[in-house]
Structures are given as C-alpha cells and as structure tokens.
C-alpha cells in the first residue's frame, strides 16, 4: 500500500492507500432490516466491510520503466478477485494509480480505494456534479462545473448516520490547506466519484445517532471507480434499477493522477 506522500518534506498521508469495496449502508440499503435493527449486521452487503477489512497483499513486484518505476500490488480478500493496484512513480513526484478488481457472486457496493489525508487540507476544489451531494442515480439536476467548498460542507447529516457526501462524474479533485499548499487528483480515464470527510465509513455504520460519531483523526478520502446507486423508488427500499447496480464478476478500472500543487 503506499504508505507515504511527501512532498517539499512535508507529509500528505496520514492512513495508507488501500482498495474499499464498502459504504456505511444506507437506509434504503438495509430495507426491511430499519424495522429491527439489531438483526442489521446479517444483511447480505456486510460482506464487503468483512472484505475489505480482510485484504491483504499476496505480490509485490517494482520495476524501471521509461517513464518512471512502477510497482504493482495483488490483494487477495474473500468474495473478489483481480484485485490489483499499480504505481507509476514518476521522477517529477506525480504518482499515477491504476486500480482493478471485480467481485465474486454478491452484488457490489463499490469498487475503489481509501486513504487518509492530514486534516490541514480542508479547502476543496472538484470539476464534476456538484455542489450538493450525488450517486449515480441521483445526478442529472447537479450541474458539471468547478466547485469549492470547505470539507466540513460536504457531509450531508442525515438523521441516523449514513454513508452521504459522494460526488460524481469528478475529472479532477483539488485539497488545500489555508496557504494554499497541497495535492491534486486528476482522472487518467473515466471520472471517479469521491467521498471526503471526518469519518471512516465503518464509524458512520456503527453510529446509531450523530453525536455519537467519533472522528478518525485525519480526513478520510474515498476514491471510487464505481458505487451502486441509492435507489428509493420505494421508502425504505433501495429497489435499485439494473443501470444501477455493480454486477458480480464484471472488472472495474479507473486510473488517477496525484501531485502537489
């Protein structure tokens, strides 16, 4: 995983790049189950906070290349495969990440990659849907344009907390500090969405009530190639639509860009 982002000797990362294949589930996700929470944690998509809390490396191969030193991970975890993650470290400090990964047998919440950011970098920039808060079904009333916002702006508080916050359709993604220091992420292929907040999406789901979050210590910044959609045609029902759903052993890739600003 990589572990560390410096830059003019100052440390970006504050928790290592590793895949996620889970959100904090929402209301319309666990259904039936809002009527007797306590049987919440057998729904069937818990699986994949198991998995990615399950992963672990089984390869590790660097190389020289012209453009720069490439090092490619393999993951293993329950329930997935082809789970790769590739670094192309270029002499100009710019990191360009390729991550792939399919699921096995269980329909998707997601497929991408979480990392922890220092808290310092609350001033954010993004081209993509905005400025409220979209999925993949529900976008087409936010326009794509470039929008900032302090991070704290980006969470929406539902009453019992939830995954909330995601933007998509974002071809680049800027985080500063108030000096004005800080990184850039910018898609190499298809726009990505992305979540960034106080909040690990395991503490959004353990929390039963708001005042009960407890912040992770860093800014959690999720990158995703692809995440189901919310669904709701029905309350209380996701009752997702077939465009809208990440199928079991079909590949999903995205490729970023990092550099400092």
């Known amino acids: 995983a990589l572990s560390s982002l410096v830059y003019d000797e100052k440390e970006y990362l504050a928790a290592p790049l590793k895949p996620d294949f889970f959100r904090a ?3 319309n996700d666990r259904g039936y189950l809002n009527f007797v929470p306590y049987f919440a944690g057998v729904h ?3 699986q994949w906070k198991r998995t990615t809390a399950m992963l672990r490396p089984t390869s590790v191969k660097a190389s020289s290349t012209p453009s720069g030193v490439e090092v490619k991970v393999n993951w293993n975890a329950p329930f997935v495969s ?9 002499p100009d400090g710019d990191i360009t990440v390729t991550h792939s990964a399919k699921g096995l047998f269980l329909p998707m919440l997601k497929v991408g990659v979480r990392l ?6 609350d001033n954010v920039t993004w081209y993509g849907r905005g400025p409220q808060e979209t999925y993949i079904d529900r976008k087409t009333g936010a326009k794509i344009a470039e929008w900032s916002m302090k991070a704290d702006e980006l969470e929406h508080r539902y009453m019992r907390p939830q995954e909330n916050g995601h933007r998509t359709d974002v071809r680049s993604l800027t985080l500063k500090d108030d000096s004005g220091s800080g990184i850039e992420i910018v898609s190499m292929d298809i726009p990505f969405g992305f979540n960034y907040g106080k909040y690990t999406p395991e503490e959004l789901d353990r929390a039963k009530h708001l005042h009960e979050l407890k912040e992770a210590g860093y800014a959690v910044l999720s990158l995703d190639a692809a995440q189901r959609g919310v669904g709701g045609d029905m309350p209380g029902c996701a009752y997702l639509h077939k465009p809208y759903k990440l199928s079991s052993g079909k ?6 860009r990092i550099s400092k600003i």
């Open 25 to 27: 589930l929402t209301d």
């Open 44 to 46: 069937p998509l818990y």
């Open 82 to 90: 082809g789970v790769s993650t590739t670094y192309l470290v270029s």
């Open 116 to 121: 922890g950011v220092i808290p310092s970098l």
């Open 251 to 256: 590949e999903y890739t995205f490729k970023f």
